[in-house]
């Protein structure tokens, strides 16, 4: 998963380098566009589409099959009613644009690009939803085909469409849009054919046709998506806003430079811990659904331990090469310096940043978003942007000071997501685990406790369509229909999570 993301980061800077070659005016435009994109629209889709982390993965360790095909369903419709609002609103880009302040031609032009790109977020809301089924049943190879044939002809695509057919501008757009349509395509003829000739009519098959169960349980459903969206977008507009920030300062045309520099320098590693982030999600999500929080905390704390690992080495190497790294994206000696004195302190911030990323995967895993938005908003908005400003402005720090911010808020939200983590009760999530997931035509199976022992999940209720159920039986909840859920202890039935409302 971690080539997998380095390869789709890299997918969308492609159009960005070739559009340069069209002049300055062209590349801030798309880049003006690309933000807007990656903002409004990408962040959310991520957000609505992490809550099949919970759903699918816990389902599928369940082996409650058809559950994961109806969330995938649910996700596909949800995702693409999610993008044509997107869309709707990003035909009012320019107005806004220049609300902002923006240069009247930068934002007709920028506006254009955005607008052009709505193909492509359409795409992109296929393939994320595709990519996560896949990934609750432990399928990545089909995945990381389809990304890195996708790096292959993002270069294709945009030299034929910016230079071959000479559409400048709006051949970067095109580009993106063919990219990310093909990966949708590719994936989606993926699934077809591994659902429908290789797993039909197995038993732990995930598709069983088109269902009108994926019309119901909108709510359940929104009620992990939406914290999703806060956890994420919380994170990821803090980054922007600090970007904007730099813009305030002495020589603002440096100070950006080089926050960018830093920001794309983070995007890199970022990209290479969000596989770990997604196999944590992937792996509590599992071992909750099958009753088993003793291994979901072993993964849990596995992934932490390694991510932790992995950025002490990224640090220790953005260091050693601080005189050199900025080359890689300009020549200017003012940005060069600039950067070679802010890459320690930016190195600081990496292993509280990934331990942040990858415990998230447990939350989501788990099904507890709403602790990672709270968190996120509390931290990064209360905390990390006054932190920020207060460094650079009151103190005169300049952007040595953002990153002074960006370095005590990383520390500080990673330190707290441990102390999440150690007082995380796996074996209270997998009973909720149980009682979302459990399939009506499968016997409740038994917890193994974390400290030993074990308990069996029931559900007492009636389903939509008014059946009684007993202890012993279990239901879909709370996708499919409301009841009581609870561990069977001494064969009574005491509750393990509050009844959720059918969606």
Known sequence: MSLTNLAGFCIGLIPLGVTGRLGQFELSSAVLGTSIFNVTGLSVLMGFTAAMETFCGQAYGARNFRLVGIVYQRALLLTTLVTAVMALAWTQAEPLLLLLRQDPLLSRSAALYLRLCIPAMFGQSVYEASKRYLLAQGVVHPQTAVTLVGLALAPLYS??????????????????????????????????????????????????????????????????????????????????????????????????????????????????????????????????????????????????????????????????????????????????????????????????????????????????????????????????????????????????????????????????????????????????????????RRPAPALSLDGGGSLDVACRGSDPMGREHSPGSSLLQPLLGGQQCGLLEGGQLAPAAPPVAPG
């Open 159 to 440: 030299w034929l469409f910016i230079f071959y057919l000479d559409l400048r501008l709006a051949g970067a757009a095109v580009a993106v849009d063919a990219t990310q349509v093909t990966m949708a395509l590719l994936l989606g003829a993926y699934i077809a054919f591994r659902d429908g000739a290789v797993l039909r009519g197995l038993p732990h098959a995930t598709w069983h046709g088109w269902s009108r169960d994926a019309l119901r349980g909108w709510r359940a459903y929104l009620r992990f998506a939406l914290p999703s969206v806060a956890m994420i977008c919380s994170e990821w507009w803090m980054f922007e806003c600090v970007i904007l920030m730099s813009g305030w300062l002495p020589e603002p045309d440096v100070a950006v430079a080089v926050m960018g520099i830093c920001i794309n320098t983070s995007g890199l590693v970022w990209m290479v811990v969000t596989g770990f982030s997604l196999g944590c999600s992937t792996r509590v999500g599992n071992s909750l659904g099958a009753g088993h929080p003793r291994t979901a905390r072993r993964s849990a704390w596995t992934a932490a331990a390694i991510t932790t690992c992995v950025e002490l080495a990224a640090a220790c190497g953005i260091v050693a090469l601080r005189h050199s790294w900025a080359y890689v994206f300009t020549d200017a000696p003012d940005a060069v310096a600039l950067t070679a004195s802010l890459l320690p302190i930016f190195a600081l911030s990496l292993p509280g940043d990934g331990l942040n990323a990858t415990l998230q995967g447990l939350l989501r895993g788990a099904g507890r978003q709403e602790t990672g938005a709270i968190t996120n908003l509390c931290s990064y908005w209360l905390l990390g942007v006054p932190m920020a400003a207060y460094l650079a402005f009151w103190r005169g720090l300049g952007v040595h000071g953002l990153w002074w911010g960006l370095v005590i808020i990383n520390t500080c939200q990673g330190t707290l997501m441990t102390i999440i983590a150690l007082r995380f009760d796996f074996n209270k999530e997998a009973a909720k685990a149980a009682a979302r997931t459990l399939d009506p």
